[in-house]
């Protein structure tokens, strides 16, 4: 069983960047996918990146291209999701998900999440 641990969230200002990081307590299969979703109250889970572990392989969601990177360490067990020129829209709790054989998008098809972390973005 994987567990998943998000770090980096907090309030930046309109423009501004953040790292989000995510640590699996375990080693992450060459099988697996780290993705990245976020959820805004009153709003659906969105899909924001997604990277296949054994590859490297990348795949963002349409609000985010351009200006998300999404990464992984294989060595430390981590992926990263580095933000940039982040708006106010992009305010939400960003979860941290993992999993095998799945659709990269679907958030329904990952097997394990983090608790989230929270990221404002003030205007």
């Known amino acids: 069983q994987v567990q998943l641990e998000e770090s980096g969230g907090g309030l930046v200002q309109a423009g501004g960047s953040l790292r989000l990081s995510c640590e699996a307590s375990?080693?992450?299969?060459?099988?697996?996918?780290m993705g990245w979703f976020r959820q805004a109250p009153g709003k659906d889970r969105e899909f924001v990146a997604g990277?296949?572990?054994?590859?490297?392989?990348?795949y963002y969601g349409d609000s985010v291209k351009g200006r998300f990177t999404i990464s992984r360490d294989n060595a430390k067990n981590t992926g990263y999701l580095q933000m940039k020129s982040l708006n106010p829209e992009d305010t939400a709790v960003y979860f941290c998900?993992?999993?095998?054989?799945?659709?990269?998008?679907?958030?329904?098809?990952?097997?394990?999440w983090g608790q989230g972390t929270q990221v404002t973005v003030s205007s």
């Open positions: 998900a993992a999993g095998r054989s799945l659709r990269v998008v679907v958030g329904d098809d990952y097997n394990y």
């Open positions: 375990g080693r992450i299969s060459n099988t697996y996918t």
């Open positions: 990277i296949r572990w054994s590859s490297g392989g990348t």
